[in-house]
């Protein structure tokens, strides 16, 4: 039982270059996200979903787009870096609203 | 604006000590809090939650209180462990789903 799986773990961007964060959850959970974590920040929200083709923005949207075609896959997509997104990725699933999130370990994403 | 804060960014305690960590939120529509906590490198992981209905919640050496009035909670650890040297979140819910952190406490358990 693989849990949460963010894949790549480490990603280096040039400003402007565009990539796809995935994210994989196998126990069936309804609600997924997507946090940013940056130092003395803790993690912010940037877009959720509460089931397989919702998407909803969270508190720091912009610059990031979302899909949740498949219930089990969330992708967090950015058209054009920049290094204000230089960050620690993290996504989150959960069984219900008012149940725990369970997060993968992170995806390292700097811009330069 | 935070929604949700956690004032002190560190704390050190003894081992075998109690250790209490403090948060604060300012959405009084708020109705479900939970605590995380944080290893380098890895990803958060749940620890113990509580609904607005409730004031208390224990699950053995972890303890959460709730003081709605007054907006704040707080998580007591009993005994505290070397293990329990971490960043502990904490994070709260309304009728939107969307879960706010705080900024984190980071916790260090001398031996």
């Known amino acids: 039982n693989a849990g949460v799986t963010q894949t790549p773990k480490f990603r280096v961007l040039k400003t402007g270059q565009s990539m796809t964060l995935l994210c994989a959850q196998d126990m069936n959970h309804e609600y997924m996200y997507w946090y940013r974590q940056d130092p003395g920040m803790g993690l912010r929200l940037i877009h959720y979903?509460?089931?397989?083709?919702?998407?909803a923005k969270g508190e720091v949207p912009d610059g990031y787009n979302v899909s949740r075609l498949k219930k089990q896959n969330f992708l967090l997509g950015l058209e054009s870096a920049a290094p204000s997104q230089t960050s620690v990725y993290f996504c989150?699933?959960?069984?219900?609203?008012?149940?725990?999130?369970?997060f993968g370990n992170g995806t390292r994403l700097t811009v330069t | 604006d935070q929604q949700v804060k956690q004032n002190s960014p560190s704390l050190s305690v003894q081992e075998g000590r109690i250790s209490i960590l403090n948060c604060d939120y300012t959405n009084s529509m708020f109705d479900y809090f939970l605590w995380y906590k944080k290893y380098p490198a890895e990803g958060p992981t749940f620890l113990i939650s509580?609904?607005?209905?409730?004031d208390k919640n224990e699950d053995g050496r972890f303890t959460v209180f709730l003081n709605k009035s007054a907006k704040h909670l707080s998580l007591h650890i009993v005994p505290s462990q070397p293990g329990d040297s971490a960043v502990y979140f904490c994070?709260?819910?309304?009728?939107?789903?969307?879960?706010?952190f705080g900024s984190g406490t980071r916790l260090l358990v001398r031996p």
């Open positions: 989150a699933s959960s069984r219900g609203s008012r149940s725990p999130l369970h």
């Open positions: 994070a709260a819910m309304d009728s939107s789903y969307k879960l706010i």
């Open positions: 979903s509460v089931g397989e083709g919702t998407t």
């Open positions: 509580i609904s607005s209905i409730k």
